[in-house]
């Protein structure tokens, strides 16, 4: 199985500010890798695919990079919206796995 | 725009067998997707439980493998998880889930039903 390793797993921010959330995989996986969006009581909301590929009606704020085995999670200009858990996860090979999540709350 | 809907009992006795369907809607389920489960426990983290493909093969995460079944009625537009000889620890919230590819990853979810395994 591929271990997704996300850091950190909580995070205090403002808004406005920039964060960078890290996902790290136990092996190669090119760019088969998603983020994604949840917030309290729905379901995951998918941001990122491939990568680098924003979705669309995501806001440009949010952009994502990384080849391999390290990826990354960039939200430029934190919104309140914004505040909720981020998961990675790989569709390189089955089981598809998760990263454990990020918390993002406000300092 | 596709729409999924996971419908299915609250409560699953210890011991007994997890039933729930998946009624998609907006596009047809033999269209080339792979349909999948994925559960989360209250306030932990998110778990693949396995998929079936348009074309009808499936996969499983082998954690679960030797108790779970998912199948397809392409008659009524649905696909189902079975999973068997349930215990606390599979109280969650499960969602139904479409993905295009590998490459487009987890797009659709439905809003999720949670089951809770108790006497």
């Known amino acids: 199985d591929i271990q997704m390793t996300q850091s950190p797993s909580s995070l205090s921010a403002s808004v406005g500010d920039r964060v960078t959330i890290t996902c790290r995989a136990s092996q190669a996986m090119g760019m088969y890798l998603h983020w994604f969006q949840q917030k309290p009581g729905k379901a995951p909301k998918l941001l990122i695919n491939?990568?680098?590929s924003l979705q669309s009606g995501v806001p440009s704020r949010f952009s994502g990079s990384g080849i391999g085995t390290d990826f990354t999670l960039t939200i430029s200009s934190l919104q309140p919206e914004d505040f909720a858990i981020y998961y990675c996860q790989q569709t390189y090979s089955t089981p598809y796995t998760f990263g454990q999540g990020t918390r993002l709350e406000i300092k | 725009q596709v729409q999924l809907q996971e419908s299915g009992p609250g409560l699953v006795r210890p011991g007994g067998t997890l039933s729930l369907t998946c009624t998609v809607s907006g596009g047809s389920i033999s269209s080339i997707n792979w349909w999948t489960w994925v559960r989360q426990p209250p306030g932990k983290g998110l778990e693949w439980i396995g998929e079936?493909?348009?074309?009808?093969?499936?996969d499983y995460n082998p954690s679960l493998r030797s108790r779970v079944n998912i199948s397809v009625d392409r008659s009524k537009n649905l696909f189902s998880l079975e999973m068997t000889s349930v215990t606390a620890a599979d109280t969650a919230m499960y969602y139904c889930?479409?993905?295009?590819?590998?490459?487009?990853?987890?797009?659709?979810w439905g809003q999720g039903t949670l089951v809770t395994v108790s006497s």
């Open positions: 889930v479409k993905m295009s590819s590998g490459w487009t990853g987890f797009d659709f």
């Open positions: 079936i493909s348009h074309s009808g093969k499936t």
């Open positions: 491939g990568a680098s």
